[in-house]
């Protein structure tokens, strides 16, 4: 089969790009389609670093007045900066002769609806479950979570593709949709040799014979940092092992600290800040025990692979988030409670043997199944699936 190259607008209701997991996988994708010969047109916030990229143009919606930054997860801010970019997103539509639209997040229901007046194809991108989201993030609205799954499905139908992250979030949809038109499209560890830079050595100042525990990701609630300093304070003080706390803004940080300083353990915990992506890779390598303390969730968070490619051990929660992905022979899996996970660290503190046998085999399956080549074989045989159903596009 032959095929031309598309016009693709991908909408992404995000700062773009900043460096947190829904806009680092978006600019994968954007330049995932770009090599693959497509042109595409990136819809974002008027928020965020600007880049540049061959085939890629990156427009924005206008800037929404007195509305500030817009954090992590569903806001009142990110729906006002949304009210300003569904009205540039239609008028794109109008404008430009696009092939297909590509709907990130929460643009799915305007794309949905352009598509049912125009039969205009789209894709969703699938990073979550958005009724979940909202009644989990506003519990106001928990009493309307069954009305918003049916609008979400209704949406979801019209899609020509759907890409969703991970199995699990694939399945609670696939009643809603012919398996054929189903592509799921996990992330990929971004740890790799484009990104990385070194890192400044965060052991300076620690115990160099101590074992190096670190966190690296947004510092949300969702993220269960207040659980991991819960369990730290449960270790015994002699015990080895520093802790390093890497993200989020300096308001939460500030609340953190305070917060361990309460437990008594900021002698052994040390929040670092937020560090740039491209040093992902020699941050990581520095770690003895890489920690992802989340609360629940199904979609596997991007960071999963790139604590895999480290070869450094992990301890998780035991939920579907991680263990779509990890397994007992891949990573320390625990209860989602102070005890359980002070007790996987102990475990893996005092045992460097059993730290090295997981980290290796974490890192064996994320070179075999998520490295950004297989990111980019999954997405092209999803597109190639999808143009063959676009008329005129069939060779």
């Not at 995932?32 to 010969?37: E, F, K, Q, T, V």
């Not at 430009?96 to 125009?118: C, G, I, K, M, N």
């Not at 390598?285 to 960071?303: E, Y």
Request: hydrophobic share 45%; aromatic share 8%.
């Amino acid at each position: 089969m032959t095929t031309r190259s598309l016009r693709i607008l991908v909408v992404a209701p995000q700062p773009f790009m900043a460096e947190r997991g829904t806009p680092i996988a978006v600019r994968c994708l954007v330049e995932a389609l770009c090599d693959m010969g497509h042109r595409v047109d990136l819809l974002a916030y008027p928020l965020g670093e600007d880049v540049s990229y061959p085939g890629l143009r990156l427009l924005r919606s206008p800037r929404p007045p007195f509305v500030g930054e817009v954090g992590v997860g569903i806001s009142f801010s990110k729906l006002v900066y949304d009210a300003w970019l569904v009205p540039k997103m239609l008028w794109l539509l109008r404008r430009e002769q696009y092939d297909v639209v590509h709907a990130v997040e929460e643009s799915l229901f305007p794309a949905a609806l352009w598509s049912a007046l125009t039969g205009q194809p789209f894709v969703y991108d699938m990073d979550s479950c958005l009724s979940e989201g909202v009644t989990t993030q506003w519990r106001a609205f928990a009493p309307l979570q069954s009305l918003f799954r049916w609008l979400e499905r209704m949406a979801i139908r019209k899609a020509s593709l759907v890409l969703p992250v991970c199995s699990d979030l694939a399945d609670i949809f696939r009643q809603d949709l012919c398996s054929e038109n189903i592509f799921v499209l996990p992330d990929f560890s971004v740890s790799t040799e484009a990104y990385d830079e070194p890192s400044e050595d965060l052991r300076a100042g620690l115990a160099r014979n101590e074992p190096l525990c670190l966190y690296v990701g947004n510092l949300g609630p969702y993220q269960g940092i207040e659980l991991l300093l819960e369990a730290i304070a449960l270790l015994d003080p002699a015990l080895p092992g520093q802790f390093v706390i890497i993200g989020g803004p300096d308001s939460a940080v500030q609340r953190l600290k305070d917060l361990a300083e309460s437990h008594g353990i900021s002698g052994r915990v040390h929040f670092k800040g937020p560090r740039p992506l491209r040093s992902l890779g020699g941050i990581l390598a520095q770690a003895d025990i890489l920690i992802s303390p989340r609360l629940g969730g199904v979609n596997t968070p991007m960071k999963i692979y790139a604590y895999m490619h480290s070869a450094a051990a992990i301890v998780a929660t035991d939920i579907r988030s991680h263990t779509q992905v990890l397994d007992e022979t891949m990573a320390e899996l625990v209860a989602v409670t102070p005890q359980g996970l002070a007790d996987g660290l102990l475990r893996l503190l005092i045992d460097p043997q059993r730290r090295q046998s997981l980290g290796a085999a974490a890192r064996q399956l994320v070179l075999r199944e998520y490295t950004p080549e297989a990111f980019r074989q999954r997405l092209s045989q999803a597109y190639r699936n999808l143009i063959s159903k676009i008329p005129g596009e069939a060779g």
